[in-house]
């Protein structure tokens, strides 16, 4: 994806829009949760996926654990 930087405006109510041009790249919509990560000095914005869409992120992985019984 390429780099897109966009500047907004605090209210006096502590809300931000969304610029049309990064609701649009990440599919964003009315609603949608998304999570404020802090680290450092950096406020990140982080749309909450479904848990489908990560399957299959690490093909060939070793899934065969032990498990406890109460657990399986």
């Known amino acids: 994806m390429e780099q897109l ?15 049309p041009a990064v609701r ?16 450092e000095d950096r406020i990140t914005l982080v749309p909450v996926g479904a848990m489908q869409r990560l399957r299959g992120i690490a093909p060939g992985i070793d899934t065969r654990v032990p498990r406890d019984a109460d657990r399986v």
Do not use: D, W
């Not at 930087?5 to 610029?19: C, D, M, N």
């Not at 649009?24 to 680290?39: N, R, T, Y």
């Open 5 to 19: 930087v966009a500047a907004v405006t605090l209210s006096s109510k502590y809300q931000v829009v969304i610029p």
């Open 24 to 39: 649009e790249a990440f599919h964003l919509k009315p609603g949608q949760k998304i999570e404020v990560v802090i680290f």
